[in-house]
């Protein structure tokens, strides 16, 4: 994908978590990894197996041997952070980080993660242009080093693809019109009142009331009306065996 930030984890410590956020990272269709000074290697056994599947971008991650190394080639930089250590920068949600980025195809941005027993320094956070602050609960606001990436990156990835807030899943069948329903409506208060139902008529008109707004409320489908058809069917089928009976 075009415009990809480059997430950068700061001395991780756990070959567990780098794979754990490199399969974060493929779940939000991003790809460049860079690696500052990691405790364990990311194409060790228990890396590869926690990446679940997401081993290439352990494979092509980069290491580097300072926080300056992996950023030299970025334009604009975000430091992840809870902490906000005195500093005096600009604060973005994860969701407006997301939005600036795709904003400005032109600039090359990377994204800091601190390790996961302190998370980033001064040191690290003075070199960001701005912070990425994700609102959590204030009294438990600790986040595993894979769940900021996650968090960070699906806010990316949701403004990448402009997720619809709403789907509906038809398959192969369609919206019943209006027409359809009515018919249907009418067809059901001829079988109710064929079957007595109605038989005080003050009543009647109370109920059909009731029966179009369960079914003018609802996004009802062309199959979903058959299978009503074929269950008033059935039903009258039942009743005209008894009475042969």
Partial sequence: MSNSPVFILIRPQMAENIGMAARAMMNCGLQEMRLVCPRESPTSDKAIAASSGADGILKTATICSSTDEAIADCDYI???TARRRGMIKPIRTAHFAAEE??????RKYGIL??????GLENQDVCLANSIIEIPLNPEHCSLNLSQAVLLVGYEWYQHKIMAPGQQFILGKTTFATKEKINLFLQTLENKLNDSGIFQQPEKREHMSINLRNIFTRTDITEQELNTLYGVINHLNIQKNSQKEE
Wanted: hydrophobic residues 25%; neutral net charge.
């Fill in 113 to 118: 993660f601190g390790p996961e027993r302190t």
């Fill in 78 to 80: 975000y430091a992840t």
């Fill in 101 to 106: 980025i795709l904003q400005n195809s032109q």
